[in-house]
């Protein structure tokens, strides 16, 4: 199954509607790590921490 992360979600405040998709949890945070500079954000493992908390099937 597909892991997601849903930017809006993680970032309640952003109105990005990015949806990060991976075909593992590994991809996904892969692609978070990108998505994160995007916004200006340091992709620090404190930060992807937190972030994998919000991975979701899909
Ligand atoms: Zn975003």
Do not use: Q, W, Y
Not at 14 to 31: F, K, N, Q, Y
Not at 41 to 48: D, Q
């Amino acid at each position: 199954m597909a892991k997601v992360i849903h930017c809006c979600k993680v970032n309640p405040s952003s109105t990005c509607d990015h949806v990060i998709r991976g075909a593992t949890e590994e991809e996904v945070l892969e692609g978070a790590r990108k998505h994160a500079r995007e916004h200006g954000l340091e992709p620090t493992p404190e930060l992807l921490e937190m972030v994998k908390g919000f991975i979701e099937d899909e």
